[in-house]
């Protein structure tokens, strides 16, 4: 055989047998790109999710300032205040009726510990109601502020609103009310009571 002739490529028959024991596969080019093909770049956010900015700068949601809560609570605590004189002040006068005809001290103390626990009672529910019904309490409903769960618009519900309300709001008030001012500092606005509750108070208009 002449050494200069060219062997052809071995082949598989038609009934899938081979003609030889070295089989060569010849790679499939790949086409160019067109010119005007677009180039899809995935999106920093796909690439990042922890560099996510804070709640309210990212979203429709805007953060209700300090000041609007501070306003809000003020509000709520002058309508609390007078509630408390409705029913104090009635029982303030049975408890002194009661010492000036003699009575044992006993009923008129226990007169006005039922008082005191009837004020409590108020001061717990009125904001564990209004912000599980609605999210506003008269105070936040005059203010046009609302308080949400953080990352959507969804209302904390009566759960949500104990939470915050009670619990999260009697540790913000532990230390030196720091519960309180960290909502000057963090970037979503939140105080304790948010961060136990996850919630967040947005402005409405």
Known sequence: MNPNTSQSAPFSGPTGGSTSDNVVTTPVPTPPLAANSPIVVPSVGSQMPNTAPPVGQSSQLKLASGGSRFLAQLIDG?????????????????????????QPSGAAGGVSLVGQLIIWLIYAAYPIY????????????????????????????????????????????????????????????????????????????
């Open 78 to 102: 002058i309508i609390l205040g007078v509630l408390s004189a409705v029913i104090s002040i009635p029982l303030g006068m049975i408890v002194g009726t009661m010492g000036t005809n003699s």
């Open 130 to 205: 209004f912000i599980g019904k609605s999210g506003q309490t008269p105070g936040k409903s005059i203010m046009k502020i609302k308080v949400v769960r953080i990352n959507s618009t969804e209302e904390v519900g009566f759960v949500g609103a104990f939470l915050r309300e009670l619990v999260g709001k009697t540790v913000s008030s532990i230390v030196f009310a720091l519960g309180y001012l960290s909502i000057l500092w963090d970037k979503n606005k939140q105080g304790w009571h948010d961060k136990i509750a996850g919630t967040i108070v947005v402005k409405l208009s």
